[in-house]
Nanobody, 129 residues
Framework: EVQLVESGGGLVQAGGSLRLSCAAS????????IGWFRQAPGQEREAVSC????????YYSDSVKGRFTISSGNAKNTVYLQMNSLKPKDTAVYYC??????????????????????WGQGTQVTISS
């Protein structure tokens, strides 16, 4: 059974940093992409960043490019999202997810909520102004 568990959310002031973690189990971690997505109240879920399988290429949405960094490898089967220069508009519930297939087109196309099938429970990130 696929399990994804997010942690690291919290309340920080604008300009601050947080590091989110996504601990994965129940599948061959290196064979699948992992994505970070977020959903603010009243808004649709949107892609934040994805990391591909095997060579671990990365994709970032324009809204976080240059501020957020996705990575894997520090701990076994864990993907991180380092978030710097946080803004109030980054406030949302952040989810990690994995797709149902190992074969995805490029992340620029495939890093989208409708492509990913297995989701964690989410972690709240709140940025105060």
């Amino acid at each position: 059974e696929v399990q994804l568990v997010e942690s690291g959310g919290g309340l920080v002031q604008a300009g601050g940093s947080l590091r989110l973690s996504c601990a994965a189990s129940g599948f061959t971690f290196d064979d699948y992409a992992i994505g970070w997505f977020r959903q603010a109240p009243g808004q649709e879920r949107e892609a934040v960043s994805c990391i591909g399988s095997t060579f671990r290429g990365t994709y970032y949405s324009d809204s976080v490019k240059g501020r957020f960094t996705i990575s894997s490898g520090n701990a076994k089967n864990t993907v991180y999202l380092q978030m710097n220069s946080l803004k109030p508009k980054d406030t949302a519930v952040y989810y990690c997810a994995t797709p149902p297939t190992t074969k995805l087109p490029g992340l620029r196309i495939s890093c989208a909520p409708n492509v990913f099938s297995d989701w964690g429970q989410g972690t709240q990130v709140t940025i105060s102004s």
